[in-house]
């Protein structure tokens, strides 16, 4: 067909961005709390250690410590962040936070030492403890063979279990989701590591952070960093949930540690008997219309410099005007939907098409107004750069194929 010429995919990406699906979402941001006010802190803390924005990280640390967080608690949030953004940085943090306890006590702040490190036992295996931190916060056996970064340069695999996470995630003070906070925040606002930041939402999820939590964490990014660095974050929770939604697991192990196979994991209330591959989670963001379904299929984007996902499309429903910086392209699997690049006519594209959507060319795809659109999207060369969602399909647009 010749729509050949789509090109898809980001959107779903996209798609997953924003979010909150009426299930999903209310099922969810129901029964958790927000952010509690010390996670609050730590967000701060992390965001602007990471960035080097000393500025604002004094009184984040002012904030945080009459917020109930401990001189030990952010000594360790601050030791931790030399691992995701370097010893400079985390030393200027460091340097940053002495001034301020400085100041405090100057002030006769007495402020609460907190909990003392435990020491760690120096002749413990720190490989294998580094391995079953990781499978504590990946929830699964970290026994694969050695593939892709580790297999290339196997010494920095070695050191992310024996350094990261044995020695640094394997430190009390901090709970693992305290960890994961800091993390998370850190790598969304710093930039340019977005395998990482999704990676690392995904260990939020599993070790207990809500989805919820992760939104009011992107929002005070917004907030306190930058609109353009929550975007992205957003998007990447999107695709962190799909994947849980998906796997169930592991969505971290594709960072520091393994790569792997996709695993698809039938989950029955999710699939409907005409989707090939699961139909996955429903997503409502704004850069959509109408109702989306979107189940992230591959998973190692490093590995093959591209993200898979399966897009459910309801009658009606479809994709802002968006453009991919790496090019997508559509497997039609399923229904009738509709493909228009900008400045052209509206293609209808059925099962068995395939759109090719070269890099840069503004486009949107969706259901038509009677039939269901599922689609495999690929987005190629997805290191390229996030998709860059412009506004929605207007009704008048949309109707113009009659
Ligand atoms: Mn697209």
Redesign the pocket.
């Known amino acids: 067909m010749e729509n050949a010429k789509g ?6 990406t996209v798609l997953l961005l924003g979010v909150s699906s009426t299930t999903n979402a209310q099922d969810r941001a129901s029964d958790t709390p927000s952010l509690s006010a010390r996670h609050q802190s730590i967000v701060l803390i992390a965001s602007h250690t990471a960035r080097g924005d000393l500025e604002r990280l004094t009184p984040a640390l002012h904030v945080g410590l009459d917020s109930g967080l401990t001189i030990n608690e952010i000594k360790e949030v601050l030791l931790q962040l030399y691992a995701y953004c370097g010893f400079p940085r985390s030393l200027r943090g460091i340097n940053t936070l002495m001034a301020v306890l400085e100041n405090r006590e100057a002030r006769g702040i007495d402020d609460a030492v907190g909990a003392t490190p435990t020491p760690q036992v120096s002749h413990e295996d720190r490989y294998e403890k580094g391995k079953q931190v990781l499978e504590a916060l990946t929830g699964r056996p970290q026994n694969r063979p050695r593939s892709g970064y580790a297999a290339f340069l196997p010494t920095i695999e070695v050191f992310l279990k024996e350094h990261l996470f044995a020695a640094i995630f394997g430190r009390d003070v901090l709970s693992y989701q305290d960890r994961e906070i800091t993390t998370v925040a850190a790598l969304v606002s710093m930039g340019g590591v977005e395998p990482f930041a999704r990676s690392h939402m995904g260990l939020a999820l599993n070790v207990g952070i809500t989805e919820a939590q992760l939104r009011q964490l992107l929002t005070l990014i917004e907030t306190n960093v930058g609109e353009a660095e929550a975007a992205v974050g957003r998007d990447l929770l999107s695709q962190a949930l799909a994947w849980q939604v998906d796997r169930g697991d592991d969505v971290g192990g594709r960072e520091e540690g393994d790569q792997q196979a996709a695993q698809h994991r039938s989950s029955p209330g999710n699939q409907v008997a005409n989707t090939l591959f699961p139909k996955g989670r429903r997503i409502t963001s704004d850069n959509f219309t109408g109702a989306v379904w979107v189940a992230m299929l591959a998973t190692d984007e490093e590995a093959f410099g591209s993200r898979i996902g399966n897009v459910t499309f309801e009658p009606g429903s479809r ?1 802002n005007w ?1 453009s ?1 910086p790496g090019g ?1 392209i ?1 497997l039609v699997t399923h229904g009738a939907g509709y493909y228009q690049e900008q400045g052209g006519p509206i293609q209808l594209i059925r099962r068995g098409d395939v759109v090719e ?1 070269r890099p840069d060319v503004v ?3 969706g259901a038509t107004p009677s039939s269901e659109l599922t689609h495999v ?1 690929v987005v190629t060369n997805s290191l390229r750069g996030a ?1 860059v969602w412009l506004q929605p399909v207007t009704d008048r647009e949309y109707h113009r194929f009659w």
């Open positions: 090109r898809i995919l980001i959107a779903f994709t968006h991919h997508q559509l959507i486009h949107w795809h999207a998709t």
